[in-house]
T-cell receptor
């Protein structure tokens, strides 16, 4: 597609339920990032996929959070047994590798606003 | 691990004036990339300007320019002739090269810029 697509754009869920957030990166981008942004705050790194390498999961806040990337393209971030503190905007970004003759910048989706009630 | 610090949570500038946003980072790498992103209320992240660490010349994009001081690990953003549309949250970001952590992208805490008419 033309840009990074995230779905749903908004999600309201009850505490204790599981949620899945989807990210469709720009075609051909090998790198994919997930960030969490609480209201008025910065971007908290969650997880990073780069090609076929093992993902960098160092930012996942707890074992309730997991993510996968199928076929090197679409990624799903899953939050199990959601808590109210999980309420935030979840942003996905993709980029190509520096040195491949393409831009090094990360392109972002519009994010998914998750509200846990 | 790399860190990015933005010490100014909020800044204000008069329309048509110039403002400088500060960013410092910590790294042991010699080659990397630095970015400034803008996030308006729509929450869409927009790239403002980028700098490759191996380039000594400061990057410029129209009214936006950077002061890159590699030895001091400083990367400030100057906005000239500020416009109302410049009002947004600004994030400084650091990206490793592929041969170091595979190109992980790390953000600062952000600076909220307001522009007064």
């Amino acid at each position: 597609g033309a840009g990074v697509s995230q779905s749903p754009s908004n999600k309201v869920t009850e505490k204790g339920k599981d949620v899945e957030l989807r990210c469709d990166p720009i075609s051909g981008h090998t790198a994919l990032y997930w960030y969490r942004q609480s209201l008025g705050q910065g971007l908290e790194f969650l997880i990073y996929f780069q090609g076929n390498s093992a993902p960098d999961k160092s930012g996942l806040p707890s074992d309730r959070f997991s993510a996968e990337r199928t076929g090197g393209s679409v990624s799903t971030l899953t939050i199990q047994r959601t808590q109210q503190e999980d309420s935030a905007v979840y942003l996905c970004a993709s980029s190509s590798l520096p040195g491949q003759g393409r831009d090094t910048e990360a392109f972002f989706g519009q994010g998914t606003r998750l509200t846990v009630v | 691990a790399q860190t990015v610090t933005q010490s100014q949570p909020e800044m204000s500038v008069q329309e048509a004036e110039t403002v400088t946003l500060s960013c410092t980072y910590d790294t042991s790498e010699s080659d990397y990339y630095l970015f400034w992103y803008k996030q308006p209320p729509s929450r869409q992240m927009i790239l403002v300007i980028r700098q490759e660490a191996y380039k000594q010349q400061n990057a410029t994009e129209n009214r936006f320019s950077v002061n890159f001081q590699k030895a001091a690990k400083s990367f400030s953003l100057k906005i000239s002739d500020s416009q109302l549309g410049d009002a947004a949250m600004y994030f400084c970001a650091y990206r490793s090269t592929p041969w170091n952590q595979g190109g992980k992208l790390i953000f600062g805490q952000g600076t909220e810029l307001s522009v007064k008419p």
